[in-house]
């Protein structure tokens, strides 16, 4: 016996996405509903080897569905995961609307999936920002080893993180550059992106420091320990898909870098690729279409007191959106629904 699953905002690159893994991970569905907005109405997505056509999201009854993944803006999320909440789905919900709820659990199976049992407060769960996903799950297995104090991180975000619009817009700019004639201005991004990067993800707040940056040091202490002190810089870059981060982690005991690598290597979700040569290492191109969250470059920080280095790369359509709700609903249904 399997679910009655939702994909909300299946048009979109992560409610696709969501399809393909819900499909590659032989999730066990009974039935399966795509829906998208009245612009989208009617559109063909593809589920395994099944066609779906997308149903209308505003007259969609949530009634007697077991869970709903959402992938679509916080707006959006507003007014549908309410109605979905409280006609008993459960909603798995990718935006930003709910993360910082104290009453709605933000998940990364990997790292905290005991805060599953919390989803029944409003029957909501929160899907964290695709940057904070990858780092935490390289976090957790460390700070239960010898307890992080301070993460300084800088991230090369892919363009991908914006939508199908930012990932046409590099598309269009580098095919520009090489022709004279054409003019490709900046509209998603604040510059233009092709061969550049832009040190600017969503708004800026008071304090000098962007929204993603403000949301990497949420995140991070609501999923792993409020007591982690973390400072982040967002950068976007112009790769299609795949973000990278650079980490530095300061502990309060000393832990060996050789000790890290094969802690790392023992902890779920995690592909170490860390040979000291060239070439021994994951770019984000490489992790493309990956479920892991790849780590390279680990090595001993030794300007701090009990410090490490390290590289982390991930698909983050996948494990920083997709795949993630995805694994939700498994460890939803696993622990909690037990249907499947």
């Not at 007697?64 to 993944?69: H, N, P, S």
Request: glycine content about 6%; overall charge negative; some cysteine.
């Amino acid at each position: 016996m399997g679910y009655r699953v939702v994909v909300v905002g299946a048009t979109g690159n992560v409610g696709r996405e969501m399809l393909n893994i819900l499909a590659e991970r032989q999730f066990p569905v009974d039935e399966l509903a795509a829906l998208a907005s009245r612009r989208s109405l009617g559109t063909e997505v593809t589920f395994g080897d099944k066609t779906l056509t997308t149903q209308d999201l505003d007259a969609f009854d949530f009634s007697g569905w077991d869970m709903a993944l959402f992938a679509v803006g916080s707006e959006a999320t507003k007014v549908y995961a309410p109605k979905a909440a409280a006609a008993g789905c459960v909603v798995i919900d990718n935006s930003s609307l709910y993360r910082y709820d104290p009453d709605i659990p933000l998940i990364v199976p990997e790292c905290n999936p005991q805060a599953v049992h919390d989803y029944s407060k409003k029957n909501i769960i929160a899907n964290p920002n695709c940057s904070t996903a990858q780092m935490v799950v390289a976090l957790k297995p460390l700070h239960d080893r010898a307890k992080i104090k301070r993460v300084v991180v800088s991230t090369y975000q892919s363009v991908s993180g914006a939508g199908k619009e930012g990932m046409d817009e590099l598309w269009d700019q580098t095919k520009a550059v090489y022709n004279p004639t054409s003019d490709v201005p900046p509209n998603k991004f604040q510059k233009e992106i092709a061969f550049n990067v832009i040190p600017h993800i969503d708004v800026f707040m008071e304090d000098g420091s962007t929204k993603e940056e403000w949301k990497m040091v949420a995140e991070t202490k609501k999923i792993v320990d409020p007591a982690i002190k973390v400072t982040a810089t967002c950068v976007r870059v112009p790769v299609f898909v795949g973000h990278s981060e650079s980490i530095n982690i300061e502990f309060e005991d000393f832990l060996d870098e050789d000790e890290a690598r094969d802690i790392l290597r023992e902890s779920p979700g995690i592909m170490v690729i860390d040979k000291r040569e060239a070439g021994g290492y994951v770019t984000p191109k490489e992790c493309v279409g990956d479920f892991a969250t790849f780590i390279s470059r680990i090595r001993q920080d030794s300007t701090v007191e009990n410090g490490l280095n390290l590289w982390c790369v991930s698909d983050n359509l996948r494990k920083g959106a997709a795949l993630n709700a995805v694994q939700i609903a498994e460890l939803l249904g696993r622990e909690v629904l037990k249907k499947g």
